[in-house]
């Protein structure tokens, strides 16, 4: 478990606030549920024989005898919202959430104990319309990102009959080649064979190639939902290839699955993926009720942004140098008055005294554009010192009354961002 350092939260606000915007503009709402939840919600609805529930879970039992279990996902959760809070009927309902998870898996790039992800759920559309709609949402985050090298995997699960026709055919294949398998795929063999699907050793991959297909087992109303879902991708303009071979590690997903992946991370190359759970509702305790949704892993999506975008951080604009007697009493004044009259600006007032060498050496650490002198002199005249710290300009003397003004131009002109510049 990790933590998160001043000099990338840039990043992290920045993502965060797009998928606030872009999210917002789909008609999605945001829902926050509780980090800890009763251990049976994860159990029943992620699937006992999964990997999740079998060894990665935080569970722990508390005073009164209950198990209770940090939490490894958020679907489950926010069903479980919004079936007690009456939420779920009537018109479909999307809902957005975003927090910490926590999963006790071997820790490596893009992979902590402790993770956070951004999730979107619909409840109540039984069409493909609702997942092509995600995954056009999904793919205008990327272009506000700037993360355009993402590929999109996507494949049908079918009904829960199909897939246990399919579970059968596959049991018996891989229970022909029992003495070829690895120690975790024997393990998964006989309680979630599907499993051996998601397997990274190249040894069970290559067996798998002459495993059956899902797709093969497939009757026409689960064949017709995908032909459209894909229609509808390529109406909407969001690039995809099908995976046979793609399995979602949670029992609940059903028809459509997809993932978006990158070849920029090494083995943690999935950073959005979800699909269709219309049995989760009625897993859960409600009627059966269509869902879709998806989870994006916000460690590896900032990982890609510092990889691929040259963003700044989120330095200072303007470095407030206050030296002499009087400077600092005034100087804070000021500069509470300039966060007021010019909205965005980002004033670092020095603190802590120091000469004014040692003050400029502070104000270039900060990575701030300007710096803003107050000495006595300046205030005996009223005015301030604007000194350009990121260009060969000449300073400027500007009367006190008005610097609020100019740095408002100034702010304009260089862009909210754009910290430095002058």
Request: proline share 4%.
């Amino acid at each position: 478990m990790h933590d998160l350092l001043p000099e990338d939260m840039h990043l992290w606000h920045r993502f965060e606030q797009t998928i606030r915007d872009v999210f917002s503009a789909y008609g999605f709402n945001e829902i926050r549920v509780p980090v800890v939840e009763k251990t049976e919600l994860f159990a029943r609805a992620i699937g006992d024989a999964t990997d999740v529930v079998e060894k990665e879970m935080y569970s722990f039992v508390d005073r009164n005898g209950d198990s209770l279990s940090l939490r490894p996902e958020g679907t489950a959760g926010v069903v479980r919202a919004v079936l007690q809070n009456g939420l779920l009927y009537g018109a479909p309902l999307r809902l957005w959430y975003m927090g910490p998870m926590f999963r006790r898996e071997r820790p490596q790039k893009g992979r902590t104990r402790q993770f956070h992800q951004v999730g979107a759920e619909v409840f109540g559309a039984v069409g493909p319309d609702a997942e092509a709609e995600l995954l056009a949402m999904a793919q205008r985050v990327w272009r506000r990102l700037g993360l355009d090298e993402l590929r999109l995997e996507i494949n049908s699960l079918g009904s829960a009959e199909e897939r246990a026709a399919f579970r059968t055919d596959l049991h018996a294949f891989l229970s022909g080649r029992k003495n070829e398998l690895d120690e975790d795929s024997r393990r998964r063999l006989d309680r979630n064979p599907m499993r051996i699907l998601d397997s990274k050793n190249p040894k069970m991959q290559a067996l798998l190639g002459e495993a059956p297909l899902l797709h093969d087992f497939l009757g026409a109303e689960s064949l017709a939902h995908f032909d459209e879902f894909r229609r509808l991708l390529e109406r909407l303009g969001v690039a995809y290839v099908v995976n046979p071979r793609l399995v979602r590690g949670l029992d609940y997903y059903c028809h459509s699955v997809f993932e978006w992946v990158t070849d920029a991370l090494g083995a943690q190359g999935t950073v959005c993926a979800g699909g269709r759970y219309d049995g989760l509702v009625e897993i859960q305790g409600g009627k059966a009720w269509p869902g879709v949704g998806f989870a994006m892993g916000q460690e590896r999506l900032v990982e890609l942004m510092r990889m691929q975008v040259a963003a700044e951080a989120e330095a200072p604009h303007v470095y407030l140098v206050m030296a002499g007697q009087g400077t600092v009493e005034d100087g804070l004044a000021i500069a509470e008055r300039l966060r007021e009259d010019v909205p965005g600006l980002r004033i670092q007032s020095n603190l802590g005294g120091g000469s004014f060498k040692a003050q400029f050496k502070r104000a270039d650490r900060s990575g701030a554009s300007l710096a803003v002198v107050l000495g006595e002199d300046e205030i005996r005249q009223g005015q301030a010192t604007v000194k350009p710290l990121r260009s060969q300009e000449a300073q400027q003397q500007i009367p006190l009354d008005r610097l609020a003004d100019w740095l408002k131009d100034w702010f304009k002109q260089a862009g909210p961002g754009m910290a430095g510049s002058c």
